[in-house]
């Protein structure tokens, strides 16, 4: 249990760093309006 424990956490961490770039791509592409990253709609 442990060992799938920390490779679940391992995962997760990884999902959360590939959310966290994509947030930032779209955050920097808001930001200066770039045309190269598609911009999906999202309403905050």
Request: glycine content about 4%; some cysteine.
């Amino acid at each position: 249990m442990c060992a799938s424990g920390h490779n679940l956490r391992k995962i997760l961490s990884k999902l959360a760093q590939d959310a966290k770039d994509f947030l930032v791509q779209i955050y920097l592409a808001w930001l200066f309006g770039c045309k190269c990253v598609k911009r999906p709609k999202i309403v905050f």
